[in-house]
């Protein structure tokens, strides 16, 4: 089964603190990088095993002490976090409601 991709919408702050403490790979990095000067909310779209990866290595930026500043930028990482992993519980919580209804199909 194909994995379903998951799209988050990020302001230009926000990538650029995604690109310096979140550590994406190839393909979120490659859209954050393309659409570093633009302006406003941009669409950035991947499989939810890299939202997932990208999640850890924002906590790891989190918890390690002195890697995030505590001026504000601090707050700003915890957000961007908190937003993918809502994106990652969205789909967790869809796929759980899909299993409970073929469960009831099939009894």
Known sequence: MKEKKISIFFTKRQRELILKYGLPFDNIRRQLQ????????????????????MAGDLATSLNEDDNVPNDGTY?????????VE??????????ETIKGKVRKIII
Request: no cysteine.
């Open 34 to 53: 393309e659409n570093r000067n633009k302006r406003g909310n941009v669409k950035i779209s991947d499989g939810a095993y890299w939202w997932e990866q």
């Open 75 to 83: 707050e700003q990482v915890e957000e961007i976090y908190e937003i």
């Open 86 to 95: 809502m994106e990652l519980r969205h789909l967790r919580e869809d796929k």
